[in-house]
C-alpha cells in the first residue's frame, strides 16, 4: 500500500498558478491531492493516496470569485477524493470569504473518507437559490467535521452552514450563527438532505437563523 501525501500550505494568498512559483495556497494544496500531482507551489511529502493537506495558524481568504465549478480554480475549495484538511484550531486557523466574496467555502463531491479538523470556515456566501453556504457535501460521501467552527455563512436558499447529502459526523465542533435568506425548507445551521445521515457528537448548533415566507423560523438550528 502506498503512503499518503503530506501538503503543507506555505502562503495565505488565495493563488492557482499552473507555473509553480514556490508558494503553496490551500487551493492549490487540495487540488495536488485532488489529482495526485504537485500542482502549483505545492509538493507533497510522500505518495500521494488519502492525502494531508496542513494549513498553518493564520487566516486565509477565499478571493478567486467566479463561476462555481467543480475543480477548485474560482469559488469554493472542491475536495474531489479521500482527503484531511487539517488546521491548527478552530482558534487559530481561519478559512474564510473575504469581502464581497460570493460563493461557500468547502465543496466535498467524492471521497469515502474526507475529515475536516481543526479548522474555522466562515464567511460563505451563496446567492441565488443556492444552499449551503459553509460546506455543501454530495451523494456518495463520508465526511467528518472534528474540532471545527462553521460560522457567519449565509445562503440563499436552505442551508446557510452546511448541506448534508451523504454521511456526515460533527464531532466537537460548532456550527453558529449562519443564517438563510429565502430558505423554503429551512436550516439555518445544517440541512440534512432526504436519505442522509447526521451523527452530532459534543458538538454545538446554536444562534442560527431561517428567514424567508415558507421557512421563517422553521429548522434554524437544523
Given amino acids: 500500500a502506498r503512503l499518503a501525501a503530506v501538503i503543507d500550505v506555505s502562503t495565505s494568498t488565495d493563488e492557482f498558478n499552473t507555473t509553480p512559483n514556490g508558494q503553496c495556497s490551500v487551493r492549490e494544496a487540495i487540488r495536488s491531492a485532488n489529482d495526485n500531482a504537485d500542482f502549483g507551489g505545492c509538493t507533497g511529502t510522500g505518495a500521494y493516496n488519502n492525502d494531508t493537506v496542513r494549513v498553518p495558524i493564520g487566516t486565509f481568504a477565499l478571493t478567486r470569485a467566479g463561476i462555481d465549478e467543480d475543480f477548485g480554480s474560482t469559488a469554493d475549495l ?133 428567514t424567508g415566507t415558507d421557512a421563517n423560523g422553521s429548522g434554524a438550528g437544523i
Fill in 78 to 210: 472542491d475536495i474531489r477524493g479521500n482527503l484531511t484538511l487539517q488546521g491548527a484550531g478552530s482558534t487559530q486557523t481561519s478559512i474564510v470569504g473575504a469581502a464581497g466574496y460570493s460563493g461557500r467555502i468547502i465543496h466535498v463531491l467524492l471521497g469515502n473518507s474526507v475529515l475536516i479538523r481543526d479548522l474555522r470556515l466562515r464567511g460563505g456566501d451563496v446567492p441565488n437559490g443556492r444552499a449551503g453556504g459553509g460546506v455543501r457535501i454530495e451523494p456518495g460521501t463520508t465526511v467528518t467535521i472534528l474540532r471545527t467552527s462553521v460560522a457567519l455563512n449565509t445562503s440563499d436558499g436552505s442551508a446557510g452552514g452546511i448541506l448534508n447529502r451523504a454521511n456526515l459526523t460533527l464531532d466537537t465542533s460548532v456550527v453558529d450563527g449562519n443564517v438563510t435568506l429565502n430558505a423554503t425548507q429551512g436550516g439555518g445551521g445544517v440541512f440534512n438532505a432526504g436519505g442522509a445521515t447526521l451523527t452530532v457528537i459534543d458538538s454545538r448548533v446554536i444562534g442560527n437563523t431561517t
